[in-house]
């Protein structure tokens, strides 16, 4: 019964929360994504947004650039290596659990 | 971009908590199961099983019995209809999730 259960008790608690898993799995799929897009495509409010980012950064998954385009500020985050190799573990695990709950 | 994150935000949050998701795995592969057998395959303390299972009965997604045997109290709980489908809802979402982020 042990090994039912093991993988869920293994998911990395940074990006088991919902909006991180979000803002993990765009920045997965993009090579880097401006602030406003994330918040955007994940109608997040800017505190909201802010502090996943923040929680990423200081996990060391998330690097957040900032710069200006056009004389504005621009925000652009990207996954850091460590990141992609946690959200990886991370989608590993997920299947583990999906494939224990089919009982496969 | 927005198909990609749906599924995430459409995660039960009820079932998204890692111990409940631990517990809901363990009574979806069993008929039912004691207090003890449970607390003691998750390694939780008496205290934080409980909680969590009454968030689970709450949402009507466990149900817990109290009877005696051999003259011992004996707690056992089964997942509802209700939490079987709302789990199932869950895995379903998990292999989008794992899918999506695989690119496929």
Not at 89 to 95: C, D, F, G, M, R
């Amino acid at each position: 019964m042990k090994t039912t259960i093991l993988p869920t008790l293994q998911l990395d608690r940074i990006i088991h929360e919902k909006g991180r898993m979000a803002i993990m799995s765009l920045l997965a799929a993009s090579p880097e994504l401006s602030f406003t897009e994330m918040r955007d495509t994940l109608s997040m409010t800017d505190g909201n947004l802010s502090v996943h980012l923040k929680t990423l950064q200081e996990a060391g998954y998330v690097a957040v650039t900032k710069s200006y385009r056009d004389r504005k500020p621009l925000t652009t985050c990207t996954l850091t290596k460590t990141g992609r190799e946690a959200f990886t573990t991370y989608i590993n695990l997920l299947e583990q659990i999906v494939r224990q709950a089919r009982g496969e």
